[in-house]
């Protein structure tokens, strides 16, 4: 898999990066409109077993999407 990579699963924006030697997992947090990491939430396996409504989506579409989501709040 190529870092970073943005993904819709569900919802909800999620971003898989490069944290200098490995790769750190990025979630949308609903409350606060930033990212934190997701440790053991299941989006690695839900995005390359294609497990439930996943949607890649290229730097430029994710950016929108989030601060689409930025603006409800």
């Known amino acids: 898999m190529e870092l970073p990579s943005y993904f819709i ?4 924006p999620v971003k898989f990066v490069d944290d200098g030697g490995g790769m750190t997992i990025l979630a949308y947090d609903w409350k606060t409109g930033e990212f934190q990491a997701a440790i053991g939430s299941g989006y690695l396996e839900k995005v390359l077993f ?8 290229s730097e430029k579409e994710f950016e929108e999407y989030v601060e689409k989501l930025r603006k409800k709040r």
Do not use: N, Y
Request: hydrophobic content about 25%; aromatic content about 0%.
């Open 9 to 12: 699963v569900g919802s909800r």
């Open 50 to 57: 294609g497990k439930g409504d996943i949607e890649e989506l």
